[in-house]
Structures are given as C-alpha cells and as structure tokens.
C-alpha cells in the first residue's frame, strides 16, 4: 500500500512538475511575438534566452545520462522553445554591434557547454557514476547562477520601493516550479535536482513577498 501510494505521488508530482514547467517555457512566446511583428527587440533582455537553452541543454544532456524520461521530455521542450527564441531575439535586433555582442554571448554559451561536456565525460571510460556526478554538479552551478540573476532586480525594487517589471504570474508559476522539482528530486534522492530548486523556490517566495510589499506602480 505504502509503495502504490509512493508511485502516486511520484506520478502526480511528474505530471504537475512537466505541466508548470512547459508553461514556464511558453509564456515568453508572446513577447517574441511582438519583437517579430515590430521588427525590434525594444528594452527586452535578450541574455534570458541564451541562460534557459544553455540550462535545459545541460539538463538533457543529465537527464540521457541519467535514464530520466521526466527531465529529458520537459527540458527537450524547454531548449526548443529557447532556441527560437534566441534566434528570433537576435534576428530582431536593429544595432549590429548590439547584434555581434548577442552572438558572441551565444559563442560562449555554446562553448561552455561543450566544455561542461568535456569535463563530464574527461578520464571516465565504463565510469557511469562519475559522469553523472560531474555532470550534475557543473549542471546545479551553472543553475543557480541563472536563479541568482534576478538579485540584482530585487535590490533595485527594495531601493526603489517600487515592483516595476516583476510579473506576479511568473513569480507564482516560478515557485511552483520550483516547488514541484524540489520534490522530484527529493524522491529521486537526487541532489542536483532538489538542491538548486530549493534556491529558486526560495529566491521565488522573495520575489512574491516584495511584490506584496512593494506594488508596482504601473501594473503589469
């Protein structure tokens, strides 16, 4: 009974972590939508896109080795949507140094990804767990370094006293995500899942909690 009630669990939290998280990917279609009709990317951010292909490539890449049929679905879905959004972003942009920059950044990205391959896989022949755990490891790092971005955000909207530009929908969907994924990863007892999932639920819950305190002035 024990273990029929564990599975249902694990299919439920699956399930709601997979549908959360695809949305996630989807909700910045329609500001891509606007920067192709406009022919102009406008003050829209461009590097958001490069971290989210960057991460969900990683993620795959973990998921293959990990024979993770959740993550590998979810995050196969995740690095499609953020390749046309990148390629659409940078396709957009008017200014061509602004666009040698972009894709410079892009360079990089792609390079530290092979990279974080490299290292994975260096001196580890018929070594599984190695691999797993240099992968997983360089995969939570470069994770939470993409979490850790919107803290400079929150230091302004503390300042300011004002939420301007963070989106309480997305802040929601970000801690359940969060949330949802932190819990997977606890019943996987899979420590690069559940530990920088801990960090965005929290950094999440921060978010929320200013913009309770802090409406924006100008709603979104």
Known sequence: ??????????????????IITIT????????????????????VAGLQFISSTLNCFLWVSYALLTSNTTMLFVNSIGMMFSIYYVVNYW??????RVSRDYLKKVMIACVLAITIIS????????DLDTRISRLGFLSSVVCVLMFASPLEKMANVIQSRNSEGMIQSVAILSLLCGLSWT????????????LPNILASIL??????LI???PPQILI
């Not at 819990?183 to 559940?194: R, T």
């Open 212 to 214: 309770k305190m802090y």
């Open 24 to 43: 996630l990917f989807i909700m910045p279609l329609k500001t891509i939508r606007i920067i192709i009709d406009r022919q102009n990317v406008g003050t």
């Open 119 to 126: 290292i994975s896989y260096y001196n580890t022949t018929d």
């Open 91 to 96: 396709k957009n942009i008017t200014q061509i």
């Open 204 to 209: 999440s819950f921060v978010q929320l909690t």
């Open 183 to 194: 819990l997977f990863g606890l019943l996987l007892n899979d420590i690069y899942v559940y």
């Open 1 to 18: 009974m024990e273990e029929e009630n564990n599975e249902m669990l694990m299919t439920f939290v699956q399930l709601s972590a997979t």
